[in-house]
């Protein structure tokens, strides 16, 4: 008489790819493990002061310093807030879910989906860095109602933020490449060492744009090779998240005072005034740097906003219900500031602050050939610390700029070594996942996982991109204006 054995079940995760199990790890680790953002920034707050007292500078110096960095960075605060305001507003334009929902319908399958995201937010980060946070934030929820395709909304999320991981400092958007290439918005201390650098020597070099397309393709096929398959995706129902779009209900005007609120008139005034005023911006100087300014992309967003909505009411309603997801950058964003001041600011007895100790060592460590890797790995690390594209350029061109024309490096190739590596640490800081993480209600932990995974192969890749490229490019003096 034969005994049936019980059937054994096969473990979801064995049918898995490798990069998919290894995203799917990182990511349960970070759930476990990883701080909300907030306790992220306080350790490296105090991680800095500590340094600052080492290197021997005043405890009340390094306690002003915190004080007055705290609120340096407010109007870049407020301009992040409004990238996720005005984000809001035009997804929640019934035209711009229509276009949405129309590019949402291409994918076939939840792996397909998570790579359409990601090359769809890298293409747009090549015109705009802020374009691509909300763009790819705004498609990733409209794919998450599709449920049959059973879409990892965590694998998304971390494909949505690969146009600030990965690209966008190689694209037109690039705060470095656009100082060095316009002499007004250039300190007159930093002017002589660098020269006027234009697009031709840094973007537009064919080894700039051979790195971008690396990138671009390398991106692609880890999001989707790493995105775990509909039997074990983790979907926006399953995270208690709600990408469902609400329909306000506005009603009608009850009092004569509510009318204004439901007519189109006021919004047609205001969108007349303020269309003005970008149309100026726009004839007065070329569109890429126009709309690289945040002041006018925000503006340009919240006018097409207003105007997409049409009544004052329902824009109202939008903002309101936008305004939460502003929290965490109100709160966090003056905290990076502050560490920014503190490694900056407080001195020792030698005059030297904690960021010129590592400019010293930097600069004595340095030959020729190991240039770009050591300054990449430096602009890396320090952008972990001091999150900020054009102010950490204006921080450390000083000093790397001084040490590529004593060590002839292409000058114009020192600004792409910055740039590339610029973009590493974004894929694991959650400083400019914040906006991001509020359009897509989730949390950096959850998406973590699996930018980690992008970051691990993007770095020795890139590293040495910039180190066998840089031979084929000869060095030339800065060139004044």
């Given at each position: 008489?034969?005994t049936?054995?019980?059937e054994?079940r096969?473990d979801?995760?064995a ?13 349960a680790w970070?759930e476990k493990?990883?701080?909300d953002a ?5 350790i490296a707050v105090?991680i800095v002061?500590?340094?600052a007292?080492?290197?021997g ?7 002003k310093s915190?004080g007055?960095?705290?609120w340096s960075l407010?109007?870049f605060t407020?301009q992040?807030a409004?990238?996720?305001?005005g984000g809001?507003?035009?997804a929640t334009a019934p035209?711009?879910?229509a ?8 994918p076939?399958?939840g ?7 990601a090359a ?7 015109l705009s860095?802020?374009?691509?946070l909300?763009?790819g934030?705004l498609?990733?929820r409209?794919?998450?109602?599709r449920?049959e395709l059973?879409m990892?909304?965590r694998a998304a999320?971390?494909?949505?933020y690969?146009g ?5 400092a190689?694209g037109?958007?690039?705060?470095a490449?656009?100082l060095?290439?316009?002499p007004a ?6 002017l002589?060492i660098?020269?006027?650098i234009?697009f031709?020597?840094?973007i537009?070099?064919w080894?700039?744009?051979l790195?971008?397309l690396?990138l671009?393709?390398?991106s692609?096929?880890?999001?989707y090779?790493s995105?775990p398959?509909?039997?074990?995706a983790?979907t926006?129902?399953d ?6 779009r609400?329909k306000?209900?506005?009603g ?5 005072g ?12 205001l ?6 005023w970008?149309y ?9 740097t126009a709309?690289?300014n945040l002041n006018t992309y925000?503006?340009l967003?919240?006018?097409?906003g ?6 004052p ?5 939008a903002v ?8 965490g950058i109100?709160?966090q964003?003056?905290l990076?500031a502050a560490i920014s001041a ?5 001195k ?6 904690v960021s ?11 030959t020729t050939?190991?240039?770009p890797i ?9 952008g972990?610390?001091v999150?900020?594209?054009g102010?950490?350029?204006l921080l450390e061109a000083p000093y790397?700029m001084?040490?590529?024309?004593e060590?002839q ?18 894929l694991?800081?959650p400083f400019?996942m914040?906006?991001?993480?509020g ?7 959850d998406?973590?996982?699996f ?8 770095l020795p890749?890139?590293l040495f991109?910039?180190w ?6 000869t ?6 204006p």
């Amino acid at each position: 008489m034969s005994t049936l054995k019980p059937e054994r079940r096969a473990d979801p995760a064995a049918t898995e790819s490798a990069l998919s199990r290894a995203g799917i790890r990182f990511t349960a680790w970070a759930e476990k493990w990883f701080p909300d953002a907030f306790i992220f920034v306080a350790i490296a707050v105090v991680i800095v002061a500590l340094g600052a007292l080492a290197n021997g500078a005043p405890a009340p110096a390094i306690a002003k310093s915190f004080g007055d960095g705290f609120w340096s960075l407010i109007p870049f605060t407020m301009q992040m807030a409004f990238v996720t305001i005005g984000g809001y507003v035009v997804a929640t334009a019934p035209p711009v879910q229509a276009l949405i929902d129309r590019l949402a319908s291409i994918p076939k399958t939840g792996r397909g989906a998570v790579g359409f995201v990601a090359a769809a937010t890298m293409l747009s980060s090549f015109l705009s860095w802020g374009l691509s946070l909300i763009f790819g934030g705004l498609l990733a929820r409209a794919l998450a109602r599709r449920t049959e395709l059973r879409m990892d909304y965590r694998a998304a999320g971390a494909a949505a933020y690969l146009g600030l991981g990965a690209t966008w400092a190689m694209g037109l958007s690039s705060s470095a490449a656009q100082l060095q290439a316009n002499p007004a918005s250039l300190p007159k201390a930093l002017l002589p060492i660098t020269g006027v650098i234009p697009f031709s020597e840094t973007i537009f070099l064919w080894q700039s744009m051979l790195i971008a397309l690396v990138l671009f393709v390398m991106s692609v096929i880890i999001a989707y090779a790493s995105a775990p398959r509909p039997n074990t995706a983790v979907t926006a129902e399953d995270l208690g998240v709600s990408v469902e779009r609400e329909k306000p209900d506005l009603g009608r005007p009850e009092q004569p005072g509510e009318w204004l609120e439901h007519s189109p008139i006021l919004t047609v005034l205001l969108v007349v005034i303020a269309g003005a005023w970008i149309y100026q911006e726009f004839a007065r100087q070329s569109w890429i740097t126009a709309i690289s300014n945040l002041n006018t992309y925000n503006l340009l967003f919240i006018t097409l906003g207003l105007l997409l909505h049409w009544r004052p009411k329902r824009f109202l309603v939008a903002v309101s219900k936008a305004v939460p997801a502003t929290a965490g950058i109100l709160i966090q964003f003056p905290l990076y500031a502050a560490i920014s001041a503190m490694l900056t600011g407080p001195k020792n007895a030698a005059g030297i602050s904690v960021s010129e100790v590592i400019t010293h060592a930097f600069v004595s460590l340095n030959t020729t050939g190991s240039f770009p890797i050591s300054m990449g790995v430096y602009s890396a690390v320090l952008g972990f610390f001091v999150p900020s594209g054009g102010g950490k350029w204006l921080l450390e061109a000083p000093y790397v700029m001084q040490a590529a024309n004593e060590l002839q490096v292409h000058l114009g190739w020192a600004v792409m070594v910055y740039n590339a590596a610029e973009a590493l640490p974004n894929l694991i800081n959650p400083f400019w996942m914040l906006p991001l993480l509020g359009i897509l209600g989730l949390k950096a932990r959850d998406i973590v996982g699996f930018s980690f995974l992008q970051l691990l192969i993007h770095l020795p890749v890139v590293l040495f991109m910039l180190w066998a490229l840089a031979f084929t490019l000869t060095y030339h003096p800065p060139v004044m204006p």
